[in-house]
């Protein structure tokens, strides 16, 4: 179908004036519902707001924290001693008479553990340093004694051995000379104990303590030289 | 009284006090010689030992009995044996004899030889013992004959001598040892003297058999073997031949450990559904006495020397522990403190000695430890050297025999009981439960 140049004109006459109309109609509404919509907000104006309990609305999410102590407020001190009042007395506490009297020793006994007898406390009586065994050096095995000396005693024990399947009866006794120089010229098995295993050892170990120390000798200290002119003996027990 | 009386009682008199004063004065005059010292302590070491090779012998019999003498003397815990570069003596000129001061001047005390004549199939062996202190005396001597076969046992017997000439009792030399060697899948009973020597199987079958334990005389084996399908007891002569089935209960008839006079036997019997122990009888396996009864696992028994009581193995406290309770029945007790792994126990047979030795875990290996159970001392026999368990004392309680696997080789080693020194391995294999046998009878 074709239309004529007449038909057109008239179909968008119709067309603008139905457009025109429906805008107007849409226009004249929407204003007439505006003016009532005022009205009702004069009188409530949060009308259209959703109305929620009021502390929902104001909580604050909770913050991720580490379990926490609870305090407890401490209770007030009262002061002691301290009146308020500037004339009241201090409080006098009662004498205790009976701590005055105290018995130490019974307290003790009371309490006393009877083993408590049997525990090492220490040595009854001190040593006196330096002294009281005649030394000026120290009281332990390795240190007590003259230094010189006891070093050669100790180098005799390194070299005495003696089998311990060998009857140990007897009490041998061997010297050395020693020169100021410190080497060692003589030794001797000077009493015999009967024992020849225990014999035959200790003039092991005379020889051990002469080899080592013509080796390695150790000047003899010059106040010890008087007493080495003469022999030092040992009285050697297993 | 005549005058010429009196004056002979004067003067008599006189000479008696100049001699008293002798005699008093004689110490003084000692300490007036220099400084007396006393000293105490000598070290206690082992008896230093020369055991030349004879010179005037058999060549390759002379180099055998040094070999064996120097082992056995080695091993004995007594003695140190001397390194033979070290000797200065003219053996060529000494002979049988020794020249003392070339052997004190080499540390030993006692010094061994011996000549070695073979003729034919027959040997000679003359051997003696002197003691450096006491000059060119021999303090022993001996003269053995026999076979040629026969010299390492003569070498041994000669050696129980020299023990015993220190000690007043013969050495464990010529003792015997049974164990387990294991090959291609199958488990012998074997027989070997102490040493490794002379070994051979006692079990013909090719099951698995295991645990094997002398009879006090020497001459019976009692063990575990699996011929029938079954863990069951047998007997089977110390020679071999054929096993007599001794206990076939259901379950476990294991561990077996003969009672000091060979009649009855402390096993491990699990008939009713839990390993226990109990004593049998050695001739028909009835049950005379049982020993434990619980939920725990109890197992290893060992008849103590004195048959008073009888140790063994039980988890009852977590791990397995060491406990000894009377041979007759009654209350338990753990003996073992340390670590949380200790089995197989073995009693030293050492008269008067209530010791035990045992296996131990140690970090990650096993190690063997003796408890001395009077006074709680506790010996280390083995320690960073391989895993040793299944210890076994010789049978005078001197030495420790045990089963090793790394370390130096896996096999039988032997150590002296108090733990000095070190092992020796005598057998070379994989093995277990190792039983060292009674003395040999002199």
Not at chain 1, 171 to 185: K, M, Y
Not at chain 2, 130 to 140: H, I, N, P, Q, R
Not at chain 2, 348 to 374: E, F, N, Q
Request: aromatic share 8%; net charge neutral.
């Amino acid at each position: 179908m074709s239309l004529t140049g007449s038909a057109l004109h008239t179909y968008s006459g119709l067309g603008t004036a139905l457009v025109v109309a429906l805008v107007g109609v849409g226009t004249w509404r929407a204003q007439a519902c505006s003016a009532e919509a005022s009205d009702e907000k004069k009188k409530d104006p949060y009308a259209d707001m959703e109305v929620i309990e009021a502390s929902l609305a104001m909580k604050a999410p909770a913050e991720v924290v580490q379990p926490q102590k609870q305090f407890r407020q401490p209770d007030p001190v009262k002061p002691e001693g301290v009146s308020r009042d500037a004339d009241a007395k201090p409080v006098e506490r009662p004498k205790d008479e009976a701590k005055d009297n105290i018995d130490i020793d019974k307290v003790l006994n009371k309490n006393r553990d009877d083993d408590d007898d049997e525990l090492p406390v220490g040595p009854a009586t001190m040593p006196v340093v330096g002294a009281f065994d005649g030394s000026d050096e120290g009281w332990g095995d390795e240190t007590k004694g003259d230094p010189f000396l006891g070093a050669l005693k100790s180098d005799l024990m390194r070299a005495w051995e003696f089998p311990e399947i060998l009857s140990e009866v007897g009490t041998p006794i061997g010297c050395i000379h020693i020169e100021p120089d410190g080497t060692i010229p003589e030794i001797k098995l000077d009493v015999a104990s009967g024992n020849s295993e225990l014999d035959d050892s200790v003039e092991r170990a005379l020889k051990g303590l002469k080899k080592k120390r013509d080796e390695d000798p150790r000047p003899v200290p010059a106040y010890l030289v008087p007493k080495t002119r003469k022999w030092i003996c040992y009285r050697m027990k297993v | 009284m005549l005058p010429n009386e009196g004056v002979k009682a004067r003067a008599l008199r006189v000479a008696l006090l100049v001699v008293a004063a002798l005699v008093i004065a004689a110490p003084a005059a000692r300490a007036d010689d220099g400084v007396i010292i006393d000293v105490s302590g000598a070290k206690r070491g082992r008896y230093p030992i020369a055991v030349p090779v004879a010179v005037d012998s058999d060549g390759a019999a002379a180099a055998e009995v040094a070999s064996i003498a120097s082992f056995d003397l080695g091993v004995a815990g007594y003695f140190k044996v001397l390194d033979p570069a070290s000797f200065l003596a003219d053996l060529g000129t000494e002979k049988l004899g020794i020249d003392p001061p070339k052997w004190k001047d080499v540390g030993a005390y006692g010094v061994i030889k011996y000549r070695v004549v073979t003729a034919g199939d027959k040997v000679e062996l003359e051997a003696r013992l002197y003691e450096v202190s006491k000059g060119t005396s021999a303090v022993l001597t001996k003269t053995y004959k026999g076979t040629k076969g026969d010299l390492r046992k003569l070498t041994h017997a000669w050696c129980n001598e020299v023990v015993k000439y220190y000690t007043g009792e013969y050495g464990f030399f010529g003792s015997r040892l049974t164990y387990v060697a294991k090959k291609r899948g199958a488990s012998t009973v074997m027989v070997a003297d102490f040493d490794g020597a002379n070994p051979y199987s006692v079990t013909r079958n090719t099951s698995v058999n295991m645990l094997p334990a002398w009879s006090p005389g020497g001459g019976s084996i009692a063990f575990t073997s699996y011929m029938r399908n079954n863990p069951d007891l047998y007997v089977v002569g110390a020679g071999g031949g054929r096993p007599k089935k001794v206990a076939s209960y259901k379950g476990m008839n294991t561990g077996a450990s003969w009672s000091p006079d060979g009649s009855k036997l402390a096993v491990t019997l699990s008939k009713d559904g839990n390993p226990d122990i109990y004593v049998i009888s050695a001739s028909d396996g009835a049950i005379l006495t049982r020993i434990t009864d619980n939920k725990a696992i109890d197992t290893s028994p060992a008849w103590s020397p004195d048959g008073s009581s009888i140790a063994f193995v039980s988890d009852r406290e977590g791990g397995p522990q060491i406990f000894v309770a009377p041979a007759g029945g009654g209350a338990a007790k753990r003996v073992s403190k340390n670590g949380s792994y200790n089995t197989t126990p073995s009693w030293s047979p050492a008269k008067g000695a209530r010791v035990l030795a045992y296996t131990t875990r140690d970090g990650g290996a096993y190690d063997i430890v003796t408890i001395d159970l009077a006074t709680g001392t506790m010996t280390r026999i083995t320690q960073s050297a391989g895993s040793n368990e299944e210890p076994s004392w010789s049978p005078n309680g001197r030495a420790i025999a045990f089963a090793r696997t790394g370390g130096g080789g896996s096999g039988i080693y032997i150590a002296s009981a108090d733990g000095q020194g070190t092992a020796v391995k005598v057998l070379t294999g994989s093995v277990t439960g190792i039983d060292w046998g009674p003395a040999p009878k002199p």
